[in-house]
């Protein structure tokens, strides 16, 4: 009898050690240090214009950018099943539009909290250089949430409109890491590193970051706040005290924003149809969207890796706490 009740207690311990461990995995894949891929999804397929309101010859092009903005291609893992705006689809449907000579003004419907620094350039890039090409005009629709790196994006556009509901700004960059050093060490998990350089290892999860490195993520932070601060200031038409004055990384409402310029109206996304449609100079206008069906010729964006925010990032990006 005694040997089945310590057979039980070892059971016991074993299992419950395994729950710690299982616990560890866990917050290391929070961490970005592993990458679980789960095949669940087929190659998305060519796009497709549906219209949705309106009539004409000419068209007025509706483009989303929703969710999370981040770089590489829509992957196969569980991760994808999140709503993410990504350049590769950006440039999919401006590429398409581009061929169109119909199209004759860009509306950006953005609903997006912000995502990495550079998914948000590149998407702002992609846009303004559609702009110049094709000289038309465009019109960014800011609906439930545009903040941060969603709000970047809509520097491209001529006229900005808000939702009277719309929550946007949070003009910053955020950087983070999560410190798992304790958990290590409650559950004997000691990291063993072999580094070529000093900073090699520079913000690793495992280890408390030293006022060196955290100097180090701080420049690099004020240099992209820098950069974000200069596109508000040339797409809002600010000088750069009046723009550093806002960005402070606070949000606004959509009649705050108006009153400090980072908005021009308050009003739908009827309002910037509308508005689109008389830049343009037509009477009449479809409004389109691009939709995927199946398998598609890939833009030079589906080639970047998938990383799918591992390692460390930084953010164009309002975050309360969850995405």
Not at 17 to 43: D, H, N, Q, Y
Not at 206 to 216: N, V, W
Not at 271 to 284: F, H, N, P, S
Request: proline share 5%.
């Amino acid at each position: 009898m005694k040997k089945i009740r310590s057979y039980g207690r070892q059971i016991m311990a074993l299992r419950t050690r395994g729950r710690v461990i299982l616990a560890g995995i866990l917050l290391l894949l929070m961490a970005g240090c592993v990458t679980v891929k789960v095949s669940v999804f087929e190659e998305p397929g060519p796009l497709e214009e549906k219209a949705v309101s309106g009539k004409g010859r000419d068209k007025v092009l509706l483009m989303d950018v929703s969710g999370i903005i981040v770089e590489g291609p829509r992957g196969s893992s569980i991760w994808s099943m999140k709503s993410f705006t990504r350049p590769e689809r950006i440039k999919e449907e401006l590429e398409k539009a581009a061929k169109d000579s119909r199209i004759k003004a860009l509306v950006l419907r953005i609903n997006s909290p912000g995502g990495t620094v550079s998914g948000s350039d590149v998407v702002l890039h992609e846009i303004q250089a559609f702009k110049q090409e094709k000289g038309i005009p465009v019109v960014a629709c800011l609906t439930g949430v545009a903040t941060s790196g969603g709000y970047y994006v809509a520097q491209a556009a001529d006229t900005i409109i808000a939702y009277p509901t719309c929550i946007t700004g949070s003009i910053g960059v955020l950087a983070m890491k999560l410190n798992i050093k304790g958990l290590m060490d409650k559950i004997g998990v000691d990291p063993e590193m072999i580094k070529s350089g000093q900073w090699k290892d520079f913000w690793s999860p495992f280890k408390p970051a030293s006022p060196e490195e955290k100097q180090i993520m701080q420049d690099v932070t004020d240099s992209f706040y820098r950069n974000f601060v200069e596109v508000v200031a040339k797409g809002r038409n600010l000088n750069a005290a009046q723009a550093r004055k806002i960005a402070d990384g606070r949000i606004f409402t959509a009649s705050q924003a108006l009153d400090l310029g980072l908005v021009d109206r308050v009003g739908y996304l009827d309002d910037a149809i509308k508005l689109a449609q008389e830049k343009a100079g037509l009477a009449d206008a479809r409004v389109v969207r691009y939709n995927r069906p199946g398998s598609h010729r890939p833009t030079i964006y589906s080639m970047l890796p998938n990383l799918e925010m591992a390692g460390p990032q930084f953010l164009y990006l309002w975050w309360p706490g969850e995405i």
